[in-house]
């Protein structure tokens, strides 16, 4: 049991240090190419920092822990917005564009609507079990190329988006190295990304079983934690740094990855069977946005001010409190 807590633990290091290599080789060899910073941003460094998840989504689902898949999904995105987005806040009041209040909460809606209604095959179609098919996990991408369509398009307008999706890389400075020394890290970042996968994702079923905890709880709660750290990271220096636009939109962006790619990725490879009962937690997560949204227009408008961050991590809090009590 201590060696499996161990490793649990470094999984989660291994797994946050392979995705930043992996983004670090992959965008020096982009640079090399050619590829203006945009659109590195828009695809190395935005999907680099859906590897997390992917990882412990994907090596979840194929070992059968199928309530650690989904449940990290949705506790991730419960997060970002509760936690993360309130700790950004607290560092800094949130200025928030009229896109993101426009365009990509909505998105973000309606990637949250999409997976309610291809999960819950039952509802519509009166078919079990519910659960993400193949064919659900397609539909998802072709929305996630929707979205990446969106991103591109408002792209060509701002000059400044390309930092602001990236997070690490800075306009033209990012750092390039030598094309041997590209690819190792591309191949260490894999490595790491599949070794921490099964390291969390071992160790998350081992503690499930051990306190008699649901896989689905620990999805929600430390799994979900812990895949959300380089959000944590990015948005809080985000917010601290006076960026806080950047803060706001890596969470929404980040939110509608998960389950847009990471979910229709996770299905292609492996249909997901979808427990019931994750029902209230989309449902929540649903709420929570709207929250977001309500807290954007009451007070000083299309600004999220420190209490209302102070909500926010209370409200997590005791989302916390309620997964493991009740």
């Known amino acids: 049991m201590a060696l499996t807590l161990i490793l649990f633990v470094l999984g989660f290091i291994i797994l946050i240090k392979g995705a930043d290599i992996l983004i670090l080789g ?4 982009a640079k090399k190419l050619g590829i203006s910073t945009f659109v590195i941003g828009l695809t190395i460094v935005a999907f680099g920092t859906s590897a997390p998840e992917l990882a412990v989504s994907v090596m979840a689902n194929i070992n059968g822990n199928v309530g650690i898949a989904m449940g990290n999904i949705i506790g991730s ?3 970002n917005i509760l936690l993360i987005l309130g700790v950004a806040a607290i ?11 426009n365009k990509e909460i909505p998105l973000s809606l309606l990637a949250v609507l999409a997976l309610t209604i291809l999960a819950n095959d039952s509802i519509i179609d009166k078919i079990l079990p519910n659960g993400l ?3 659900d996990g397609l539909i998802l991408i072709l929305f996630f190329s929707i979205f990446i369509y969106y991103t591109f398009g408002i792209a060509k307008s701002s000059e400044s988006l390309a930092e602001e999706v990236t997070g690490k890389i800075k306009g033209e400075n990012a750092k390039e190295y030598r094309n041997s020394v ?3 890290m591309i191949i260490v970042g894999l490595v790491g990304l599949y070794q921490g996968g099964v390291w969390i994702v071992d160790g998350a079923t081992v503690i499930a079983h051990f306190f008699g905890i ?3 709880v620990i999805g929600l709660s430390i799994v979900a934690l812990g895949t ?3 959000e944590l990271a990015a948005s809080g220096m985000a917010a601290y740094r006076g960026k806080t636009d950047m803060a706001i939109g890596n969470v929404v962006g980040s939110n509608i990855f998960n389950i847009l790619w990471v979910l229709g990725l996770s299905a292609i490879i492996n249909p997901i069977a979808f427990n019931d009962k994750l029902n209230f937690d989309i449902l929540l997560l649903f709420i929570i946005n709207m929250i977001l949204v309500f807290l954007i227009f009451i007070g000083k408008k299309n600004v999220l001010a420190r209490k209302e961050g102070v909500s926010l991590v209370i409200m997590y809090v005791l989302y916390i409190i309620y997964l493991f009590i009740l």
């Open 214 to 216: 649901s896989e689905a």
């Open 182 to 184: 590209s690819a190792t």
């Open 228 to 230: 959300s750290l380089p």
């Open 91 to 101: 560092i800094r009041p949130l200025i928030i564009k009229k896109a993101t209040i």
């Open 77 to 79: 995105n419960i997060t």
């Open 26 to 29: 992959s965008s020096s060899i």
């Open 133 to 135: 098919t193949r064919i």
